[in-house]
């Protein structure tokens, strides 16, 4: 089943997730869930509460290795580096934030084991954000408030239920 998306300004993006206190169908029908919305939203990672779920878990594939993140936490990180960074809670927003370059995160995945992983590049930024939204941050909040009052429409637009990309198409055609 696919979810609807959140959208900026929506509730769930800002509260606490709580611990994923047992792995069953339940937890494992959502994960399918996730992956099926995810996938249909172009998406490299999902986190529980971008679809109404205040629970820590996240999911992720960058193209190699599909992964479940249950109950995770960032152990080391190092290094940084500012990229491009977007958002499904944020339709066709972009902005540049700065993440550790490599991060070493502890998880439990899907069969109950607990598994340590150490990434970099494009799967490091991906953990880190999604771990993110299990604490109620969002990119924006990692960029300037100056940044931030800079881009206030399109929060607006989005915080409306709007889509940038939408808009980016209509003034195309």
Not at 72 to 92: N, T
């Amino acid at each position: 089943m696919v979810y609807r998306v959140l959208h900026y300004g929506e509730e769930p993006l800002r509260n606490e997730s709580q611990p994923v206190e047992k792995i069953d169908n339940d937890i494992r029908r959502l994960v399918e869930d996730m992956f099926e919305t995810m996938y249909a939203s172009n998406g490299v990672g999902l986190a529980a509460p971008q679809i109404g779920k205040n629970i820590r878990l996240a999911i992720i594939d960058t193209g190699e290795n599909p992964l479940v993140f249950i109950n995770p936490e960032i152990v080391k990180s190092s290094g940084k580096e500012i990229c491009d960074e977007g958002c499904l809670s944020f339709p066709g927003l972009s902005e540049k934030v700065q993440r550790a370059t490599r991060v070493v995160a502890r998880a439990t995945n899907l069969e109950g084991q607990k598994f340590e992983i150490e990434a970099e590049g494009l799967l490091a930024r991906a953990i880190q954000h999604e771990l993110d939204h299990l604490d109620g941050v969002l990119f924006i909040d990692r960029i300037s408030k100056a940044r931030r009052l800079q881009i206030k429409h399109d929060l607006e637009l989005i915080q409306e239920g709007h889509s940038l990309l939408e808009d980016d198409e209509e003034s195309e055609s």
